[in-house]
Nanobody, 116 residues
């Protein structure tokens, strides 16, 4: 059984930085891609960023230049460094791992609130 656990959420002021971390444990499959999604109240879950096994990255337009995703392949962890946070970044952030067989594993989510 695979467990995906996020950490690092919290309440910050606009303009601040925050780092989210995610670790996969258990009978860990090989992930072809790991990433972060977010869901704000009343909105659909959306992609924030993902990173492939060869280090290729993809970001939502709304976070380009402010967020950076990184991955430790040996430890099966993925992190999201968020800078210049805005109130619109407020959401529950979910970590995702996608296997080569296109099976998706999700964490339980971590709340990020940006407010003055």
């Amino acid at each position: 059984q695979v467990q995906v656990v996020e950490s690092g959420g919290g309440l910050v002021q606009p303009g601040a930085s925050l780092r989210l971390s995610c670790a996969a444990s258990g009978s860990i499959p090989s992930f072809k891609r790991m990433g972060w999604y977010r869901q704000a109240p009343g909105k659909e879950r959306e992609l924030v960023a993902h990173i492939t096994g060869v280090g290729s990255t993809n970001y939502a337009d709304s976070v380009k230049g402010r967020f950076a995703i990184s991955r430790d392949y040996a430890k099966n962890t993925v992190s999201l460094q968020m800078s210049s946070l805005k109130p619109d970044d407020t959401a529950v952030y979910y970590c995702n791992g996608l296997t080569w067989g296109d099976v998706a594993y999700w964490g339980q989510g971590t709340q990020v609130t940006v407010s003055s």
